[in-house]
């Protein structure tokens, strides 16, 4: 039993009360009574109840009531969304109440004291009025006494007693009011007026005028209050020492809620279920999904909102209703289209560009068939990630890119479970809610850098979303439901392969980038990268113009790389320079020639230094292949008296150094060969130095530059300055083939070498190296070492004549 405020209007555009004085208005028929209808509030007879009014006729009706000095009839209205309720809208029976206060307050809404009196049922109603006036009957309340309705008294009386009790904040007086009251029918319509209970059954109760079925309906309906009221004190009593006063707050809102369910007051809980209830509908979950989704609706019907696991269960919900289960219809690819935004966005590149159109193709002729795992290997700038911005163009899908650079823990890809808190799906999924789709274009970008932590390996839980054969029934721990990822077309990048564990390597397509030759890196800069800038720094080509001569040199002296990140930097640099003297006003227009980069960039950062560094005895240069493309190496030796021993520094790798030992070794071994006296290994120590000692160097492809810078130390024959050399030795004397020759080629071409000494078993790579590179070079392969001393050494300085 609670005392509400009932409020009469709520949401109501307020108008002002009559004027004072009022019109005048005929006198009222003797059996006729001003109505004042109302919703959501029901008066009985002999209870005193506060009353809200702020509809217009209800406002007019009160006000003339009072001054006349009249009593009002107040009737409920049978559907409270009504704002301008008529005879049809209203119930037959209310009650007659004398009004004892009217209060206009300061935010004018009007407030009534009223005092219910008896009980009426309308007649008619009569017309002529600008509020509602009704002819009535009213209804005498019945004198029934006996021994039956005195029983009913006192187990009514007893209830509500026991209700006030366990009220945690029961009305001043009403328990002495409960005792005082020796009327069977005062009691009844009293302990009605307070029950917290719907106005609907608050109406039936006013209807119900025999008294013995009154004092059983409103018992009745008591008591499941009181069993209510009940159990809570008892759980409340066993928890009390236990449950902190959150728990306690927790517990007594899950009650609450229970009984407002009961009750059918629920209404913002109701709107929240019906809402989940229409999305669940309209995301066309697979059957096992939906199913879970519901158990998981009904869970959150049961529960109050200030439970702790409310806001879980909600979020939970969001995600499986925001997932696109549905797959839409399948966009057609335009084969000639899709070739033709790969050639705008992408200069060269020709047989990346015919794999891609190769895999489109097959994606439009076998929509439902299983797509291969694309993975771009290349270094940093030669345009991996906006390739997969490509092709998500050619089919007309949405792209998403999934960074995996440093993700370490296996939740990150899987997900967290619910029982965590703060608990998310993996990024894929997330990308997929960000896509908007289920056959979106989503890049995996620098897969090879996936960490391994005390939480799990990611990559291996990304063997599972890259498995045609597995993806299909993808497990996210948040979701745990399955999910279809066998339509997203999965696009990964990498620098380097070496790190991918091979078993996920082996469920991609790998697709190598090599980096950029000079000419191409020109073509990229005219094409793109100037408009680019240009379009950066708020000038236009008319303004700032900068000439081929001036970009060569940027490319060749402050620029080495495989890719072009850097370059666009520097260009960038050299735009902003003009864009200053433009925004000054001292020039309209700005020419940047090779003469202007020095000042404008500084002096130069790299230089042709190959003859240089293999003037002299015991030089040689080599090719190396680094995560960012690929480089020239100097490998230099030297002697001086020792005992014979290897010096080996540059910070060289394990097998590295055992290259080195391999070179010397068959150096030693064809001394005689070679003219090199065998005492000198005994006397002298050997000392091989690759400069640039603060990066680590490592592997097995410097063996034919080691074996040559030491060979031409012990004979003073000179390496060729315009030859570098790549390949693994073998003590036999073999040269065994490498990897990254692409790449070392490529950077050999833009140091200014014109001869390469590859290992004849790299001759499958031909074909790989651009066809720029190739025609500024000339190969020579290498079987055994004897061809590298052939076609690598300068011929021995004859000695001079005596004279």
């Not at 009221?229 to 007594?252: F, H, K, N, P, Y």
């Not at 339509?487 to 990498?494: C, L, P, Y």
């Not at 890719?563 to 050299?574: A, W």
Request: hydrophobic share 40%.
């Amino acid at each position: 039993m609670d005392t509400p405020l009932p409020t009469e209007a709520q949401d109501v555009a307020r108008e002002s009360a009559a004027p004072d004085p009022a019109p005048a208005l005929p006198d009222l028929p003797e059996d006729a009574i001003i109505i004042v209808p109302v919703r959501n509030f029901v008066l009985f007879p002999d209870v005193v109840m506060p009353l809200t009014i702020g509809r217009p006729g209800s406002i007019n009706a009160a006000q003339a009531a009072v001054r006349r000095s009249l009593p009002v009839g107040v009737l409920a209205q049978r559907d409270a969304a009504v704002n301008d309720p008529t005879a049809n809208d209203l119930h037959r029976v209310g009650t007659i109440g004398n009004v004892l206060r009217y209060v206009t307050a300061p935010d004018d809404t009007n407030h009534l004291i009223v005092q219910g009196e008896t009980r009426f049922r309308i007649v008619e109603f009569l017309d002529g009025w600008p509020f509602l006036v009704a002819r009535i009957t009213r209804i005498e309340e019945p004198e029934a006494t006996g021994p039956e309705i005195e029983a009913r008294l006192i187990n009514l009386r007893r209830q509500a007693l026991e209700t006030v009790e366990l009220l945690p904040q029961a009305p001043q007086g009403l328990a002495e009011a409960i005792r005082t009251i020796s009327s069977a029918a005062t009691l009844a319509d009293m302990v009605a007026a307070y029950l917290d209970i719907t106005a609907d059954q608050k109406q039936e109760i006013l209807e119900t005028i025999a008294l013995d079925a009154r004092l059983d309906r409103v018992s009745r309906l008591l008591g499941e209050r009181l069993e209510v009221l009940r159990l809570s004190a008892e759980i409340g009593r066993d928890v009390q020492e236990t449950l902190g006063s959150r728990q306690r707050e927790a517990l007594l809102r899950e009650h609450m809620a229970a009984i407002q369910r009961q009750l059918g007051e629920d209404d913002g809980k109701t709107a929240e279920i019906a809402e989940l209830t229409e999305k669940i509908e309209q995301a066309h979950m697979p059957a096992e999904v939906e199913e879970q989704a519901r158990k998981e609706l009904r869970r959150l019907e049961r529960m109050p909102d200030g439970a702790a696991e409310h806001g879980i269960i909600r979020t939970y919900l969001d995600w499986l209703t925001e997932l696109p289960w549905r797959l839409p219809e399948e966009k057609p690819i335009d084969i000639a289209e899709a070739r033709g935004i790969l050639d705008a966005d992408h200069y060269g590149l020709d047989k990346i560009k015919r794999r891609i159109v190769e895999y489109l193709a097959v994606r439009k002729l076998a929509p439902e068939g299983k797509a291969p795992i694309l993975c771009f290997a290349g270094p940093p700038g030669v345009g991996k990630t906006s390739l997969g911005q490509s092709i998500a163009r050619a089919m007309n899908r949405p792209f998403v890119r999934v960074s995996l650079g440093g993700v370490h823990d296996e939740a990150e890809i899987r997900g967290h479970r619910r029982t965590y808190i703060g608990a998310l799906p993996g990024t894929i999924i997330q990308a997929i809610r960000k896509a908007g789709t289920r056959d979106c274009v989503m890049m995996l970008d620098e897969i090879d850098k996936l960490g391994q932590g005390v939480h799990g390996d990611p990559s291996a839980a990304m063997l599972e979303v890259l498995d045609p054969e597995q993806n299909g029934t993808f497990r996210d721990n948040y979701l745990a439901v399955p999910f279809d990822l066998s339509r997203v077309v999965f696009i990964a990048t990498a620098n380097m392969l070496d790190t991918i564990p091979g078993p996920l390597r082996d469920r991609m397509e790998i697709i190598s980038l090599p980096g950029y030759t000079e000419e191409e890196k020109l073509a990229i800069a005219r094409r793109y990268l100037v408009r680019r800038q240009l379009e950066a720094n708020g000038v236009t080509a008319e303004q700032v113009e900068i000439d081929d001569a001036a970009l060569e040199a940027i490319i060749r002296f402050y620029t080495r790389e495989a890719g072009v990140r850097n370059l666009e930097r520097e260009i960038g640099k050299t735009i902003r320079h003009a864009a200053v003297r433009i925004a000054e006003g001292s020039a309209a227009h700005v020419a940047i020639a090779e003469a202007d980069l020095h000042e404008i960039l500084g002096g130069r950062i790299f230089e042709n230094e190959v003859a240089q560094r293999t003037s002299v005895p015991g030089v040689a240069t080599g090719m190396a292949w680094t995560p960012v493309g690929g480089d020239i190496l100097f490998i230099e030796a030297t002697r001086m008296p020792g005992n014979g021993r290897l010096i080996l520094t540059g910070q060289l790798g394990d097998v590295m150094k055992e290259s080195a030992q391999a070179a010397l070794s068959l150096v030693k071994s064809r001394a005689g060969a070679l003219g090199v006296d065998a005492g000198l290994f005994e006397k002298n120590d050997i000392h091989v130095h690759v400069p640039a000692g603060a990066t680590p160097k490592d592997g097995p492809s410097a063996g034919v530059a080691m074996f040559m810078a030491l060979v031409s130390l012990l004979t003073g024959r000179t390496v060729r300055s315009d030859t570098s050399m790549t390949g693994e030795i073998s003590l036999r004397g073999l040269v065994l083939p490498v990897g990254g020759i692409k790449e070392k080629v490529v950077a050999a071409a833009g140091a200014g070498i014109t001869r390469v000494m590859l290992p004849a078993r790299n001759r499958r790579d031909y074909d790989d190296i651009p066809a720029s590179a190739r025609d500024r070079l000339e190969f020579i392969w290498l079987e055994k070492v004897e061809d590298a001393l052939d076609n690598g050494l300068e011929p021995p300085v004859p000695s001079a004549s005596p004279g």
